[in-house]
T-cell receptor
């Protein structure tokens, strides 16, 4: 049981290049999330998905796109990278689809460090 | 939307002392308040959480208290050890049908000196 995995671990891009970050979870979770982490700003939600085939915008969605073609995978795309997108990106998942508690624990991946020059 | 404020931003203690980190939130509909620990180069890991139907929860050296009236919650670590050194984040959900979305505080860098 690997939990949440992310690839790649580190990437350097030039301004204007595109790339896709992959998140995979083996916990059969319904919900998946993409965050970015910047110094002094905590974690901010970029996009999220509440099930296979669904996506929704979070707090800072501009410049990013996502897809959830399979339940276990959540992809984050940067079509034209900008230096402002230099950050550490974390994926998380939650909710096994059974009884909803007051709040669901999110499980995080190890992160992808992205540098845009 | 939800706003979560976390204080202090840095906290330095001696081994064996207690550490307290405080958070306030704005949305009275919030029901779930987790705390995450993030070690260098790793993803955040849940260490304790509390739901709105309880006021306090304890797990060995870690405890969390919740005051829904005042809209604040706190993390208490007793008998701190060097391995407690990390960044700690509080978070709050949006309540209702929020699909588990969380709003995070800005983080506290805790340093425990041997």
């Amino acid at each position: 049981n690997a939990g949440v995995t992310q690839t790649p671990k580190f990437r350097v891009l030039k301004t204007g290049q595109s790339m896709t970050l992959l998140c995979a979870q083996d916990m059969n979770h319904e919900y998946m999330y993409w965050y970015r982490q910047d110094p002094g700003m905590g974690l901010r939600l970029i996009h999220y998905s509440v099930g296979e085939g669904t996506t929704a915008k979070g707090e800072v969605p501009d410049g990013y796109n996502v897809s959830r073609l399979k339940k276990q995978n959540f992809l984050l795309g940067l079509e034209s990278a900008a230096p402002s997108q230099t950050s550490v990106y974390f994926c998380a998942s939650s909710y096994e689809g059974r009884t909803i508690l007051l709040g669901e624990t999110q499980y995080f991946g190890p992160g992808t460090r992205l540098l845009v020059l | 939307g939800e706003n979560v404020e976390q204080h202090p931003s840095t906290l330095s203690v001696q081994e064996g002392d207690s550490a307290v980190i405080k958070c306030t939130y704005s949305d009275s509909a919030s029901n779930y308040f987790p705390w995450y620990k993030q070690e260098l180069g790793k993803g955040p890991q849940l260490i304790i959480d509390i739901r709105s139907n309880v006021g306090e929860k304890k797990d060995q050296r870690i405890a969390v208290t919740l005051n829904k009236t005042a809209k604040h919650f706190s993390l208490h670590i007793t008998e701190t050890q060097p391995e407690d050194s990390a960044v700690y984040f509080c978070a709050a959900d949006a309540g209702g049908t929020s699909y588990g979305k969380l709003t995070f505080g800005q983080g506290t860098i805790l340093t425990v000196h041997p």
